[in-house]
């Protein structure tokens, strides 16, 4: 089931956390054809507004962070070291006037193979472990900032939804921790990543994809 706006109407810390298990789903054209990518979300990291130093709505609206000011659900993309984009999505609750999650790190289900040729690497845990890695690995781009992942009238290719094939033998917990790569707010535990059950020993054990600094 596709997530509804009404998903990221929260504070933004527990919309970070609630995404953690669930799905992004991308259609891609490729050759003239449109092939599924998909994967569940293994680590995101909350940013607020006024109350938030490292996020980017912090000091004042500009042009580049217009997208955290704007309707829930919608993306916030933006280009960063020159090198790679970063996928945000609008969440906050109507006493906020911006706020937004990051999708650091996701497990690849789907279409393997086309995020082997993006990524050009043939290293599973490469492919979607980083927040720049895994826009290259669904082709996500500046040109999405501003879509809507929660309409499906006019966006039927770029969303998130719930993780039905979740079964009592893939159970997992949420953590959160201090974010990473900032250098203000670091007090801030608004960083969330999955803990899998390790079926061999029945504890709970960090996903294998996530980011570097785990």
């Given amino acids: 089931m596709r997530l509804k706006k009404s998903f990221f109407e929260n504070e933004t810390p527990k919309v970070a956390r609630s995404l953690i298990g669930k799905v992004l789903v991308k259609y891609t054209n490729f050759m003239g054809n449109y092939f599924k990518t998909s994967g569940i979300i ?13 996020s980017h709505a912090f000091k004042r609206l500009t042009l580049r962070n217009a997208s955290m000011f704007g309707e829930v659900g919608r993306l916030y993309i933006y280009f960063i070291y020159g090198n790679h984009h970063c996928l945000n999505i609008v969440a906050r609750n109507s006493n906020q006037l911006a706020g937004a999650v990051l999708i650091r790190s996701i497990e690849p289900i789907e279409g393997i193979s086309l995020m082997k040729l993006f990524r050009k690497t043939e290293n599973i845990y490469s492919l979607t472990t980083g927040p720049g890695r895994l826009t290259q690995a669904f082709r996500i781009t500046i040109k999405h900032n501003y879509l809507d992942v929660t309409d499906h009238t006019i966006n039927n290719y770029l969303y998130l939804e719930e993780n039905e094939s979740e079964s009592r033998f ?45």
């Fill in 42 to 54: 293994t680590e995101t990291e909350a940013y607020g507004y006024a109350d938030d130093p490292a």
């Fill in 170 to 214: 893939h159970k997992f917990k949420v953590t959160q921790t201090v974010r990473i790569g900032i250098s203000t707010g670091i007090e801030k535990e608004w960083r969330f990543i999955m803990l899998r059950r390790d079926l061999h020993c029945l504890q709970y054990q960090p996903s294998k994809f996530l980011s570097k600094k785990s």
